[in-house]
């Protein structure tokens, strides 16, 4: 059997988003023994130092002000979830430095660090996911891809 290889280029929103949602489907056809996730190789290439949060939310490039541009409850990177973001604010209050008040309001924005966190959590948890259940995980902080050739039915990343 050859083992199938798949490379996720950039490690932020769209990429940790992307690795969640595929270690969360191999995972429920795993357990339907529907597939055997063990010949399966995953790569994640990312330009910059910590997975998840990707630039527009990394603690290193944001100011405590710089607040999330869309309502919190819209923007979960769960299948079928999208308050799963807001749903792991809540459970994760220590990530706010002003406490949730009583009466929230429909749309809310949090700081950019906040959604930089849930990510970083959500990334974690994929490659956790994943490892357990016997997939290679290969992760390159500090890579950037610059390069896609095809040759013979495969695909060369430089």
């Known amino acids: 059997m050859t083992p199938s290889s798949f490379t996720i280029i950039g490690g932020g929103l769209t990429g940790t988003a992307m690795l969640y949602q595929f270690s969360q489907?191999?995972?429920?056809?795993?357990?339907?023994?529907?597939?055997?996730?063990?010949?399966?190789?995953?790569q994640v290439i990312e330009r910059q130092t910590v997975f998840g949060p990707g630039f527009p939310h990394n603690q290193s490039c944001m100011m405590p002000f710089h607040l999330i541009n869309m309502c919190a409850s819209d923007m979960g990177i769960v299948s079928g979830d999208p308050h799963?973001?807001?749903?792991?604010?809540?459970?994760h209050p220590d990530r706010l430095s002003d406490p949730l008040p009583e009466d929230t309001?429909?749309?809310?924005?949090?700081?950019?660090?906040?959604?930089g966190a849930y990510l970083s959590a959500r990334f974690q948890d994929a490659v956790r996911t994943a490892r357990?259940?016997?997939i290679t995980m290969d992760l390159y902080p500090n890579h950037e891809?610059?390069?896609?050739?095809?040759t013979k039915g495969e695909v060369e990343i430089t």
């Open 25 to 42: 489907m191999l995972r429920a056809k795993a357990l339907k023994n529907v597939l055997n996730p063990k010949g399966i190789y995953i």
């Open 84 to 91: 799963d973001f807001e749903t792991w604010v809540r459970n």
């Open 105 to 115: 309001p429909v749309c809310r924005h949090y700081p950019r660090t906040v959604m």
């Open 132 to 134: 357990a259940m016997g």
């Open 145 to 150: 891809a610059t390069d896609l050739v095809e």
